[in-house]
């Protein structure tokens, strides 16, 4: 199957500061990604979705100020989480949709804590 | 509004047979997938359903009634690496996946 990375796995930083996600689709050209956050014991929240070369579509609720995402090709995408705060401490996962396939592919995540 | 239910948790023994159901309500339908998340990883694919019936694929297998708006993941012969959470999604008309809150399933030897 399709393999989709994310780095960071995980990111510790400190309160104010910005993390940057990456969102690689490796063996496949992926015009859609989208940016999940999952806190402990929940499931998986849309946060965004991305098509490349144009502006994301924010969920309800979520500040795009604050969640940049960039998807300059068709095989990177990039989440920012800037001026990071505890409460942003979450699970963050990135997944990728084909030009022709149904499914969507997961990145492993990637487990950021705000100190 | 647009609702996926499935059960919490679940709880069964190692090489018996479980049945996770998942029953939804969403603007439009295309298509019904099962996910399988291991505590701190993404989630990995299981199968995917658009068409009423049984799709079988190893142990797993996965049962879909539009008219019901139903589906349950039947697993067989368990085994203690099926310990994790399964996760049912709804593809909806503008093509976007609505996710149920998950089930835990807990294998007991």
């Known amino acids: 199957g399709a393999v989709v990375s994310q780095h960071p796995s995980r990111v510790i930083c400190k309160s104010g500061t910005s993390v940057k996600i990456e969102c690689r689709s490796l063996d496949f050209q992926a015009t859609t990604m989208f940016w999940y956050r999952q806190f402990p014991k929940q499931s998986l929240m849309l946060m965004a979705t991305?098509?490349?070369?144009?502006?994301?579509?924010?969920e309800q609720g979520v500040e795009k100020d604050k969640f940049l995402i960039n998807h300059a090709s068709l095989t990177l995408s990039t989440l920012t989480v800037t001026s990071a705060h505890p409460e942003d401490s979450s699970f963050y996962i990135c997944?990728?949709?084909?030009?022709?396939?149904?499914?969507?592919?997961f990145g492993p995540g990637t487990r950021l804590t705000v100190l | 509004g647009q609702n996926i239910d499935q059960p919490t948790e679940m709880t069964a023994t190692e090489g018996a047979i479980v049945q996770i159901n998942c029953t939804y309500q969403?603007?439009?339908?295309?298509?019904l997938f099962w996910y399988q998340q291991h505590a701190g990883e993404a989630p990995t694919f299981l199968s995917y359903n658009v068409l009423d019936g049984l799709e079988e694929k190893g142990r797993f297998s996965s049962f879909l009634s539009r008219s019901k708006g139903y589906s349950y993941l039947l697993l067989k012969e368990l085994q203690m690496k099926d310990s994790a959470s399964y996760l049912c999604a709804v593809r909806d008309s503008n093509y976007q996946l609505i996710w149920g809150a998950g089930t835990k399933l807990i294998i007991k030897p």
């Open positions: 991305s098509n490349e070369g144009s502006k994301a579509t924010y």
């Open positions: 969403t603007s439009g339908f295309n298509g």
């Open positions: 997944s990728a949709r084909g030009t022709t396939d149904h499914e969507q592919f």
